[in-house]
């Protein structure tokens, strides 16, 4: 027997619930490599949303009468890696932020398309329900990648601001040894 739409729909809501459940331990391991307290604070309100992400999911499959069984998608998986190579840099502590907001904002982007690709058929199929849970999760999704995004600006000004001291050390430092000085 071929799939349907709704097979389909619970095979993306399996990978949605298993990235979630990636999520939730990923983002306790972007918290801990943090340094920035706004990152931290941002990413540990994000891991409660998650949480709530993953509640929404398990009543759409209660709904749908079918168990999450949870796959992690490839991408997902790829996401986190790389991730967790650039949380694991020997870097300045703003580099080190950033890595962790770029890989957060990576992932909201790939969460917000993966669950808007699912309400859309959701509504198609006319569950209501499942779209306002969905539609819920979406603003969620959308408001933690703008929240990164706003906390990376400082974080980012401040690298800047340094690699800009250490040129101008770097150019002072080659100045003064090309000078010769003569009798």
């Not at 950033?98 to 198609?124: D, F, N, P, W």
Request: hydrophobic content about 40%; some cysteine.
């Amino acid at each position: 027997m071929s799939p349907d739409l709704q097979d389909v729909l619970i095979d993306d809501l399996r990978y949605l619930h298993g990235t979630e459940e990636e999520q939730v331990r990923f983002l306790q391991a972007m918290a801990e490599a943090a340094a920035e307290p706004q990152l931290q604070q941002a990413i540990r309100q994000h891991l409660e949303a998650t949480r709530g992400q993953l509640d929404r999911l398990n009543k759409i499959f209660e709904s749908l009468d079918e168990k999450p069984e949870g796959e992690l998608p490839e991408a997902v998986q790829g996401l986190v890696n790389d991730a967790e190579t650039m949380m694991g840099m020997d870097a300045d502590n703003e580099v080190i932020d950033l890595s962790i907001v770029e890989a957060g904002r990576k992932m909201e982007h790939y969460e917000v398309a993966c669950y808007s690709a699912v309400r859309t058929m959701a509504q198609a199929m006319g569950m209501d329900d499942a779209v306002k849970l969905l539609d819920q999760t979406i603003r969620e999704e959308e408001a933690a990648e703008r929240r990164l995004a706003q906390v990376a600006e400082p974080i980012l000004q401040r690298a800047v601001e340094a690699e800009e001291e250490v040129e101008a050390e770097e150019e002072e430092e080659e100045e003064e040894g090309g000078k010769t000085f003569t009798a």
